[in-house]
Nanobody, 126 residues
Framework: QVQLVESGGGLVQAGGSLRLSCTAS????????MGWFRQAPGKEREFVAA???????????DFTDSVKGRFTISRDGAKNTVYLQMNSLKSEDTAVYYC????????????????WGQGTQVTVSS
């Protein structure tokens, strides 16, 4: 089992920044593929960003088109933590953000992730 705890959400004005953190516990962290997803009211959960283990000390990242150039994803193995740095936030970024982990697939689809955090609310005011 892997436990994930997100933090860092909050209320921010459009154009502002937030950094979300997701700390994992329970199993070795380094080989897990980590994803960030979000869900706005009345909408399906959607992929935001992921950082996938590529073997050895190699990681790959991917982003949904709407956040490219604004969001970055990184991980700190010593802290078992993955970060989502969100800059130039827009009102359409408002959602509950979820961290997810899986050690089988490098995927942008929520159903392929086995472990999920409880979510953290991000609200961007215009």
């Amino acid at each position: 089992q892997v436990q994930l705890v997100e933090s860092g959400g909050g209320l921010v004005q459009a154009g502002g920044s937030l950094r979300l953190s997701c700390t994992a516990s329970g199993r070795p962290f380094s080989r897990y593929n980590m994803g960030w997803f979000r869900q706005a009211p009345g909408k399906e959960r959607e992929f935001v960003a992921a950082i996938w283990w590529g073997g050895s000390n190699t990681y790959y990242t991917d982003f949904t088109d709407s956040v490219k150039g604004r969001f970055t994803i990184s991980r700190d193995g010593a802290k078992n933590t993955v970060y989502l740095q969100m800059n130039s936030l827009k009102s359409e970024d408002t959602a509950v953000y979820y961290c997810a982990a899986d050690d089988r697939y490098s995927s942008t689809k929520p159903r392929t992730y086995a472990y999920w955090g409880q979510g953290t609310q991000v609200t961007v005011s215009s």
